[in-house]
């Protein structure tokens, strides 16, 4: 059998960065620096290239133009390898994931996203193990031959996770992903153990088709206890904006408040899409459940289900930058485009 062959996309992070001697802080290093580091990669019977960002990025700096130069070096290189490893680091992580989880329509192979909490050239590092796991996940087939997974995917420590279910869930814990509302794709023990019924596959087979425009005409509002009519106006009246995702409360509840209920009703009449997701990190919106959550719905928003945050803010840029209009937007958010989403 031939050999898999593996690309390497290296965005930065903290699972390629070094010391700096006088400032004491990591800063990135190049591509060189971490492979030395992995003497074990070359055990693997896997031909690998790399590309690089150069210069490498501390995920922080990350934005939709960042998201474009990876989903087309995966473009331009997809006919040529078995799978792709992204390493990024992990503040951004779950966001790079969701966009490109929509961004590559059609993907048919692996692109599984990784990074660490320690620098790959510590001593005591996540970032081996985690960088070897994502190549062997990256190769793995099926009795068929074909990928088993064949989408975007986060590996971190234990467990691979769907992208665009992802959320970072630690700072310094190894294990700092999760999905809280979908299974894992598979369990990382003495061997990697793959959840077949979670694993995503594509109904048609059609060739690769990526989508490079994202509008970033969109915005997050956080709702809290004492949020002021004069603050939310000022919000809602963002010149340019096309969608808000509105963080509520539990399972998709907010302040019945006659002012707050008309400042949505008008934005939402205005033609902006307002996409209602929980800030719970469990569960989702469930609006018709309680008086509150209906009568946001009856004010014209929309209810993000169980989206995550990252989720419901990169597939607003990606639907708006299809050119959609607002009812197309309004129809396609609720609507599973890659198994980013549970509608009941």
Partial sequence: MARP??????????????????????????????????????????????????????????????????????????????????????????????????????????????????PIGEVRTDGEENLITALQIAAATDKEGHPMVQEVAILFEDYLWRGNRSTKMSADHFNAFKSNNYPYLAKIGLGIHFHDEALWRPKAHRPLKLQTEMDTNVMFIHLFPGITEQTLRHQLNTPGIKGIVLKTYGAGNAPTEKWFIDLIHETAERGVVVVNVSQCVNGGVQDKRYMTGNVLANAGVISGHDLTSEAAITKLMYLFGMGLSTEQVKKYISISICGEITVL
């Fill in 5 to 118: 062959k593996i690309l390497i996309i290296y965005t930065g992070g903290t699972i390629g960065m070094i010391e700096n001697p006088e400032t004491k802080s990591l800063q990135p290093f190049d591509f060189t620096h971490l492979i030395d580091n992995v003497p074990k990669i070359k055990m693997l019977n896997y031909d690998i290239d790399n590309i690089q960002f150069n210069p490498p990025l501390d995920s922080s700096n990350m934005n939709p133009g960042h998201w474009v130069d990876i989903a087309k070096s995966i473009q331009d290189n997809y006919a040529d390898y078995d799978g792709f490893v992204v390493l990024h680091g992990t503040d951004t992580m779950a966001y790079t994931a969701s966009a490109l989880s929509f961004m590559l329509e059609n993907l048919h192979k692996p692109v599984i996203i990784t990074g660490s909490q320690l």
